[in-house]
């Protein structure tokens, strides 16, 4: 049986993760969202466990994906959890550049490969930097995620 682990801060969910999700979903037997906290990042606009719930509402038709959240290493979490590779989504080329030195530090470091899928659709070249920057500005924001985590989103950010 074939675990992917698809490791992320997630904050928040947008339509590129869940097409990178439904793609995985389909490859593998199953796939584990690790929610993590990237120490080198901001504490983050949602919680872990809002993530988490977010991304769950999302992928609720898929039945071989659940979330999990985890701290500490990736590599670590990916062992603990039964992964035998980690996935991540690309959206440009500046992806690919970053993502292979890291997927070179988790096989050298953590014996764990790395599973690379495009992101595909409208969602393919979104970030979730922007989604929240320009929730908070009030812009539209209907076409890079649900109605769901737009709902989410407008509820932090409404006085």
């Known amino acids: 049986m074939t675990v992917a682990m698809y490791p992320g801060s997630f904050d928040p969910v947008h339509n590129g993760h869940v097409g990178v999700i439904a793609q995985a979903a389909a490859l593998f037997d199953h796939v584990i969202v690790g929610v993590g906290h990237n120490p080198a990042k901001p504490s983050g606009l949602f919680t872990p466990e809002e993530r988490a719930e977010l991304i769950r509402h999302e992928v609720a ?52 490969p790395t599973v690379f899928l495009p992101g595909t659709g409208g969602g393919a070249l979104v970030a979730s930097t922007y989604v929240r920057q320009i929730a908070a500005g009030g812009g539209d924001i209907s076409g890079v995620v649900s109605a769901y985590v737009a709902d989410a989103l407008q509820a932090k950010f409404t006085p």
């Open 61 to 112: 038709d898929l039945p071989n994906v659940r979330v999990e959240l985890f701290s500490g290493l990736v590599t670590a979490a990916a062992h603990e959890l039964g992964a035998q590779c980690l996935l991540k989504g690309l959206r440009s080329g500046s992806d690919l550049d970053v993502e292979m030195q890291q997927a070179h530090m988790n096989l050298t470091t953590g014996a764990v």
